[in-house]
């Protein structure tokens, strides 16, 4: 990628990672609150409503944004059409879950999820009056209003879901500040842009030629992300089901922002650069390593930590989530490297291959599951999860290595200082840090946490700073990432010393 594309990228998953960093932190603050008057009962019951309308949603969504983004010159027909199919999934969406809560209370035993799943319905409805203009946004990589788009209603959906959950002490807490979120998204779409749509199919064939095999893969994705709930749900009830989800989101978390973050600013410009095979081989390998150098010390510190994390934001009642936590972490971070690669294919063109390497990550959970949770309970749905997701990642590298020649040393290579960076954290974090196996007040918790959190940052930055160093300093990902703090803090410097801003080079 040119200098002057590294740069916007750079400050598109900068703005973008912002908005989720203060949403995810909001979100554990959230978390800690609501756990302590809240059980996790009525947090598996929101999630097995939860997962009823994601299912049924998916089916409803197309990706017409990401279709939008890819059109080489969308008009004002496309956006109207795109609007109207969507509103039009967002109704059939909200009348198929009204019409499938009784149908799941009865098959997971449980009269009470009849009326939040009716409820959730409304989630997909709202989603369809979406401004659907705010595509425009990505695509001209204005992402300081996607960061707005996003910020503004979740901090309303937490502080509604704090006060809700003091209040009212139920699953009904959760499921109003859903809501409130959707509802949120939608408003700061219009207030961000000025389109308002009109009805019309006068494009509906065209957006759905791609949008199609989007939607399939949504599903299939979707599917596979929920899959255990129903699965646990009906095998082990509905506590277990939130120890579960619980841990895998404290887990995933990290990694899931951030990669989001990465694959929204990138996949404008996998688009765009989707005729220039060399441009967009060194595209995909930029993301694969800073995916690497961002998850794997986030996926090794987790699991060093996951006794205090438990315990400072979630308290005692929560104990089953860490070996949970523990066995997840590094089947988080395949998925995060293998959602950055079926980005690269949808936007490179390629949807069916995407679609089919997320089918066959679904198949393989699934049988995972069905074997080891009846058998192993909570312990074999964490394995079902991290063994599925490294068993797909090498299929991966394979169809790249098809498509744009990527070669096994050309993603190693860029790679190898982060493992052995993880290596010298982990090392220190368990060997003087961490103490496994005893139990932590909420005082020594936090104690242990602000104490291993820096401790291990700042060894994994040191060794791989030594390493690329002793390397020669060569082009890679953390070169651009030296720059780009240069370049932050030599403009920071200009804007408060009131001076004009240098041009760039």
Known sequence: MAADSDGVVARGVAWILLARVIDRMGGIVSLAITARYLTPSDFGLFQMALSVMVLVEILALFGFDWSLVRHPNPTREHFDTAFTLQ?????????????????????FRNPDLVLPIIVMGLLPLVAGCNNLATAL??????????????FVPRVVNITACIALAVWWQNYWALIAAALILRIGFTVMGYVLHSYRPRLTLAKWHELMSFSVWVQISNFIEGLRLRIGDFVIGRALGMHHLAIYNVSNELTSMPLTEFVSA??????PKYAKIQDDAYELKKALIDTLCLTVLVGLPAAVGLSCVAPALVHAWLGPKWDEAVPIIQIVAFGALANAIGSNNCYFLMASGRPRLQTALTALLLAVLLVLLLILVPSHG?????????????????????LLHRVVGLKPMEAIGGTWRSFAGAFAMSAVLTGYLVTEGVPLSFGSAIVELAIAIP????????????????????????????????DVLSRTLYRFSGSRLPPRA
């Open 137 to 150: 946004l990505r695509r001209e990589m204005r992402f300081e209003a996607d960061f707005w788009r996003m």
């Open 455 to 486: 401790c291990g940052a700042a060894v994994y930055c040191l060794v791989v700073g030594l390493l690329w160093l002793a390397s020669g300093r060569p082009k890679s990902i953390e070169r651009l990432l030296v720059r780009a703090v240069i």
């Open 378 to 398: 909570l312990i074999g749905a964490a394995y079902a999860f991290k063994v599925s997701a490294l068993l797909v990642l090498p299929l991966h590298f394979v």
């Open 87 to 107: 509103l039009i999934a967002g109704i059939v969406g909200f009348v198929l879950i009204a019409a499938l809560a009784y149908p799941f209370a009865v098959a």
């Open 262 to 267: 990465v694959n929204s600013a990138v996949f």
